[in-house]
């Protein structure tokens, strides 16, 4: 028998005198929804999506980059450790702490909570899988195809040598000849796109399938930071895919995006650096924080105290973080104004940070405090990350700001931060849920030694290059003279981090012995009330037998036997007998069960889509431009196979919740509104006109900061074109949207409405020829200007978009003639509605901005 099964039995044996309504045993019904939703085994294993394997994978992969990054971080330590060091040239040293910080922000940091979000979301909300399981597993591969191809390039001794944030000029074709910037620029694009599709699919997971009767007054911590956190993603992640986009177009083809002498500016680079790069540091700081207000209510034996001023903080915290990227900008000539009030925003996010201190040292306080193995990590987390904070004000003050920037002092401080208020409840929470994934306890004594060690070492470390900084020890140098007084105290900070490297390998080997062989953990080993402990240890991968329903925030703890009950098919969906993965999605804010979701099964096309994406960048990056089409040709074919694998070609009967009841619910296909493509689709597209945004902003930035722009010569007076466009465009949107309000009503036939399909396209096609004539006629050389390079990336947006509602608009139409679409399943003409007034109004946007409002402002 296996460890899951037998642990399976152990934890929820089946209740005396309530027999399940199917028939079936707890062992019988674990076994029949084994069969639907196990993972394949062996090579067959690439292909499965389930979330808790590719949480999983995600979590293993974030720990190997991880340990590549700390072996770069021994590196720098070992050569800054004495003045005068040749342990490392300066060309070394410049692609050592390059690739460090790009490994830990890009392949650490933000994958790792991302995978700990998509093992432990369904888990914790009571459901049997994320929205996309297929999209989760694509995300993945993204990510590690990403990474191979940065730690590749270091392998080789062609990593990037202009630093984790790619400042221009230096990282433009003049200073920075060579592939070595280009790695960068692919790589990070490459794997940003695995981080926007996990916050996708994290927030219509959270928002849409939660346990029956988890409102959102009743949901959990955790999943409220996750949702800001993915919301952050959404947002904050285009801004620097853009850029990137744009360097690379500059490096690769001459554009003049950040070229000061044609027109363009530096500090564009570093307004959409930054644009992500501030609220990365909320972004990884608020997963880290969800775990934390998971265990210390567990561990002090009492509920959150302020829980609805903890969720009103977490929200502040998202919305203020967007408005501080300019004070990592201080020292680069902005106005005054703008310091003032950049200002002024940074030292404002220290308040709803404190409110969520004072709410876990409250819990703490009004509870009793068990102090356990996670505790101790808590602990260190706790004093660490205020430390941490406490800089971050001070850094927060402009005249100060000037003093320290680009010192030791900031290097301290950002790792105060992020290794407080990441790794620490990192390490906290891989302690607190390793019984959920191996069925075994972590040894208390080695957990102790490496905390004492990582916590010894890393102060040692960091608090001491304070002084350095004070002391003016520049960032990024390789080497120092002897006679400046910074010696010993560089010297103390390497042996402090190898002192903390002793410690994370203790705290491996603890992971990987007791994982392996340590004791049986008992059911709910820590007193946890959250929905998780009610599962099985080690979790099946169906997660829990049958549906809770929820009524109250700690359902472990106002129902001890919830476990029992459940395994023994007393809740929804208790069986798998028709052998389709289903699982109940809810009303975003009351939780009222709403339908039924069908999900789709292991499938190798994430991985070959992800392969052939991965064929489009290393075309981009080694200049075979020959094979980015091929790249993307293929991708494009791969994803129109996905989508027309997926619906059913007959409206569905309602699926009936338990066997003993008359309850039943629509499934998805039925309920448009409801359906996880909806919602997909939906914070796609907000990430897509944050693209546009930032764009737009670069547009509007480069307006306001360079001599005579935009040059009048070329502001062009031809409307007849853009406003064939324009028309065309709406055209497009209002027959995509007769094809779906027609169909919704009644109105239409689905043979009708594959017409309006077909008349959109056509649309489609009339507004792409237009804009392609205004591109070719009236924007000049993009090599010769700025303005004319970022008026032609504005008009290549437009047409992408419209080219992708042309293949959209055939693939419905095609859908609905092969019997796919009916006036009951009306997602694909609903989605197809959406893209068309989408790519109409940013179209209508962009057009407006380089026809009349030069025009207006002239």
Not at 82 to 97: E, H, K, P, R
Not at 117 to 138: E, M, N, Q, T, V
Not at 471 to 492: C, E, H, I, K, S
Not at 517 to 545: D, F, Q, R
């Amino acid at each position: 028998m296996s460890d899951t099964l037998q642990n399976h039995r152990l934890a929820h044996p089946a209740p005396r005198g309530q027999p399940a309504a199917d028939g079936l045993s707890p062992v019988a019904r674990h076994h029949q929804m084994d069969k639907v939703w196990g993972a394949p085994r062996g090579w067959r294993g690439l292909s499965s999506v389930n979330h808790t394997t590719i949480g999983l994978r995600f979590i293993g992969t974030a720990l190997v980059f991880f340990l590549i990054g700390g072996v770069l971080a021994m590196l720098i330590r070992a050569q800054l450790a004495v003045s005068g060091n040749d342990f490392l040239d300066a060309a070394t040293y410049n692609q050592i702490f390059t690739m460090h910080g790009t490994v830990m922000m890009f392949l650490f940091a933000i994958p790792m909570l991302e995978g700990f979000a998509l093992y432990l979301l369904p888990k914790i909300l009571g459901s049997r899988d994320l929205a996309y399981p297929r999209l989760g597993a694509y995300a993945y591969w993204c990510y590690l195809f990403g990474g191979l191809i940065l730690i590749g390039a270091m392998v080789l001794g062609v990593a990037p040598h202009q630093g984790w944030f790619m400042y221009t000029p230096l990282s433009g074709a003049t200073y920075s000849p060579g592939i070595n910037a280009d790695v960068w620029l692919i790589g990070v694009t490459f794997s940003e796109i695995s981080a926007v599709c996990g916050g996708i699919e994290l927030i219509a997971t959270i928002l849409r399938m939660r346990a029956p009767g988890m409102s959102l007054l009743r949901m959990p911590l955790f999943a409220w930071y996750i949702l800001v956190a993915a919301a952050m993603i959404v947002v904050g992640f285009p801004p620097l895919i853009l850029g990137s986009i744009l360097l690379e177009v500059e490096r690769s083809f001459g554009w003049a995006f950040f070229d000061v002498a044609r027109g363009g500016d530096s500090l564009l680079w570093q307004h959409l650096f930054w644009m992500f790069g501030h609220p990365e540091v909320y972004i990884i700081f608020l997963p880290a924080a969800g775990m934390v207000s998971m265990m210390i209510p567990t561990f002090a034996g009492r509920a959150m105290v302020g829980h609805v001023w903890v969720v009103a903080s977490v929200l502040a915290m998202g919305v203020l973080s967007f408005g501080l990227w300019v004070h990592h900008m201080f020292t680069v000539g902005i106005p005054q104004l703008a310091q003032m009030f950049f200002s002024a925003a940074s030292m404002l996010v220290a308040i709803p940070t404190a409110v969520q201190f004072f709410a876990w040292i409250a819990t703490l306080w009004a509870g009793k405090p068990v102090i356990r193995l996670p505790m101790l990590y808590l602990f260190g987390f706790l004093f660490v990350f205020v430390c941490g904070g406490l800089t971050g004000v001070i850094l927060a003050l402009v005249p100060f700001n000037w003093q320290v920037h680009d010192t030791h002092f900031v290097v301290a401080h950002l790792h105060y931060v992020l290794v407080g208020g990441m790794v620490f409840p990192l390490l906290a929470a891989v302690y607190y849920w390793m019984p959920h994934v191996t069925g075994r306890m972590p040894s208390e004594t080695l957990g102790k030694w490496a905390f004492w060690l990582i916590f010894i070492g890393f102060n040692l470390t960091f608090l001491i290059m304070h002084l350095t900084g004070l002391l003016g020890m520049p960032r990024r140098v390789y080497t120092y003279p002897g006679d400046v007084g910074w010696d010993v105290f560089n010297l103390a900070s390497s042996i402090g981090g190898f002192v903390q490297a002793i410690g994370f390998a203790l705290f491996l080997l603890d992971v990987v012995l007791h994982g392996r062989m340590g004791k049986v953990a008992p059911t709910n080993p820590w007193g946890a009330g959250s929905l998780e402990w009610a599962m099985p240890t080690p979790t099946p991968t169906y997660n829990i037998a049958s549906l809770p329903e929820v009524r109250s925030r700690e359902p472990v703890w106002d129902e001890p036997d919830l476990g029992t009950q459940l395994a023994a098919g007393q809740g929804d969906l208790p069986s798998a007998e028709h052998g389709i993965r289903q699982t109940i999605a809810v009303e975003p804010l009351s939780g009222q069960r709403s339908s039924v979701i069908e999900l789709p099964g292991s499938s190798w096309m994430p991985l070959f889509a992800a392969l052939t994406t991965a064929v489009f960048f290393l075309g981009l990056l080694f200049k075979q431009y020959l094979w980015v089409p091929v790249g993307g040709g293929l991708s494009l074919a791969i994803f129109l196979f996905w989508a027309w694998r997926t619906g059913k070609r007959h409206d569905p009967a309602p699926i009936r919740l338990r066997p003993d009841d008359t309850a039943v619910l629509p499934t998805h296909h039925a309920v448009t509104d409801d359906a996880p493509g909806w919602w997909g689709v939906t914070f796609a597209l907000v990430a897509d006109a944050m693209v546009l945004a930032s764009l737009l902003f670069g547009y509007l930035f480069l307006w306001t900061v360079a001599p005579n722009w935009p040059p009048p010569q070329w502001i062009t007076r031809e409307l007849a074109m853009p406003l064939l466009a324009i028309g065309a465009l709406f055209g497009a949107a209002w027959v995509a949207r007769q094809a779906h309000a027609g169909l919704r009503h009644s109105r239409l036939t689905p043979a009708r409405s594959a017409l309006c399909a077909w008349a959109s396209a056509v649309a489609g096609i009339i507004a792409f020829l237009a804009l392609t004539r205004v591109l070719q006629e009236s924007v000049p050389d993009p090599r010769v200007h700025a303005y004319a390079s970022i008026v032609s990336a504005l008009l290549i947006y437009a047409l992408i978009h419209i080219a992708i509602g042309v293949v959209m608009s055939v693939h419905v139409a095609c859908r609905t003639h092969a019997g796919y679409v009916s006036s009951v399943r009306q997602l694909e003409p609903r989605i197809l509605r959406r893209w068309w007034a989408y790519t109409a109004t940013s179209g209508a946007v962009i057009l407006a901005a380089i026809h009349f409002l030069p025009e207006t402002l002239a």
